[in-house]
C-alpha cells in the first residue's frame, strides 16, 4: 500500500471504533463511519468529537451512512460481539470487495464468520488495548494512556499509516497467540470487575486470590491452544493498568446493556473443554456474572 490517503470504514463507531476514525480523519484520510440512521445523521452534522488527554480535545469531519456503498481500503469491526450478525448486513460482500477487515472484537470465534462471510476480503486478526468510551452519539472519552493495535498480518505500509495517525501498532505473525495474549488480560479483567463492580485497582489488591486462582486455569488454557503467555506476564499488566480503569463488559452491566460473556467467557471454558483442562473458578465465575446479568433467569 503506498503512502497516499486512505479510505477506511468504521463499522460502529463507538468508543473505540469512533476514537480509531477520529484520528484516522484528522490525519486526512477518508472515513466512513457506518451506523443507524440516527447516529450517522449527527456525524454527518457535528462529526466526532473526542476528549482524551493522549491525543487532546479536537473534533473531526466524517462522512456517515448506512451501509457500505463503495470499495474501500480497510474496514475497522468495532461493534460489540452481541451485535455483530445484525452490524455485519451495513457491510454487503459485493460492496467490499477485497479491502482489508480488522476486526476489533473479543473472543476467538469471529474471525471463521467473516472469513466464510467476505472470502475476497483479506480479514486479519487485530486487537487493541485501549478504554474509550461513548457518551452519546459522535462522542469519545479516551481515557487510557494508551491505544495498542496489533495486527497478525505483514502490512507494514498500513501500519505506518495507522502510526502517524497516532496508534500504538504492533504486527504478529501468530494469531492464536496474539489472540490468546489479550484474552488471558480480558477474560479475568473482564468477568472480575463485572463480577464484583469493582474498577482494576480493587480487583487487583482486594480480590487477588480470586484474580490469581482464575488467571492460573486461563493461562493454562492459553497454553495448552499453543501461546506461551505466562502468569507473570498478565499479572504484570494488571498491576501496572491505572486504578480506575473498569472493563467494557463491566460498563456494559452497569448501563444494562447486553455482556459479551460468551465471546469472552465462554471461548475459555470452550477451550478448556477441549484441551482436557479443568476451569472451576472460572466457570463459577461465569455463572456468577450470568445471574447478576440476568436475575429472573
Known amino acids: 500500500m503506498t503512502r497516499t490517503n486512505l479510505t477506511v470504514a468504521i463499522l ?10 477520529a484520528l484516522l480523519a484528522r490525519d486526512g484520510h477518508r472515513v466512513i463511519c457506518l451506523a443507524s440512521e440516527e447516529t450517522a445523521a449527527v456525524l454527518r452534522k457535528d462529526g466526532l468529537r473526542i476528549e482524551s488527554a493522549q491525543y487532546g480535545d479536537f473534533t473531526t469531519a466524517v462522512e456517515a451512512d448506512t451501509q457500505l456503498r463503495e470499495p474501500v481500503d480497510a ?17 454487503p460482500a459485493d460492496s467490499l470487495g477485497d479491502a482489508i477487515v480488522i476486526p476489533l472484537l473479543n473472543g476467538l470465534d469471529h474471525l471463521t464468520l ?45 501500519a505506518d499509516h495507522l502510526r502517524h495517525a ?25 468477568l472480575l470487575t463485572t463480577r464484583h463492580q469493582a474498577d482494576v485497582g480493587t480487583i487487583r489488591s482486594d480480590r487477588r486470590p480470586e484474580l490469581l486462582a482464575v488467571l492460573d486455569e486461563i493461562i493454562a488454557v492459553a497454553q495448552a491452544a499453543g501461546t506461551p503467555v505466562t502468569t507473570d ?21 452497569e448501563a444494562g446493556r447486553p455482556l459479551e ?6 471461548a475459555v471454558l470452550r477451550a478448556g473443554a477441549a484441551h482436557g483442562i479443568e476451569t472451576p473458578a472460572t466457570a463459577q465465575l461465569v455463572a456468577e456474572v450470568a445471574r447478576r446479568a440476568n436475575p429472573e433467569a
Open 12 to 21: 460502529g463507531p463507538g468508543g473505540v471504533g469512533g476514537l480509531i476514525g
Open 114 to 158: 467473516l472469513r466464510k462471510r467476505y472470502p475476497s476480503a483479506k480479514v486479519v486478526a487485530g486487537t487493541i488495548r485501549v478504554e474509550a468510551t461513548r457518551t452519546s452519539p459522535g462522542c469519545i472519552i479516551h481515557t487510557s494512556p494508551f491505544a495498542n493495535l496489533e495486527l497478525a498480518a505483514p502490512f507494514d505500509d498500513f
Open 75 to 91: 474496514v475497522f469491526v468495532t461493534v460489540k460481539q452481541t451485535a455483530l450478525d445484525q452490524a455485519l448486513d451495513r457491510v
Open 233 to 253: 506476564t498478565v499479572l504484570s499488566f494488571f498491576d501496572r493498568a491505572p486504578h480506575t480503569m473498569k472493563s467494557s463488559m463491566q460498563r456494559d452491566a
Open 261 to 266: 460473556l460468551d465471546a469472552i467467557g465462554g
Open 166 to 190: 497516532g496508534l500504538g501498532v504492533i504486527l504478529r505473525t501468530d494469531e492464536t497467540a496474539m489472540l490468546w495474549d489479550k484474552l488471558a488480560f480480558l477474560a479475568p479483567f473482564a
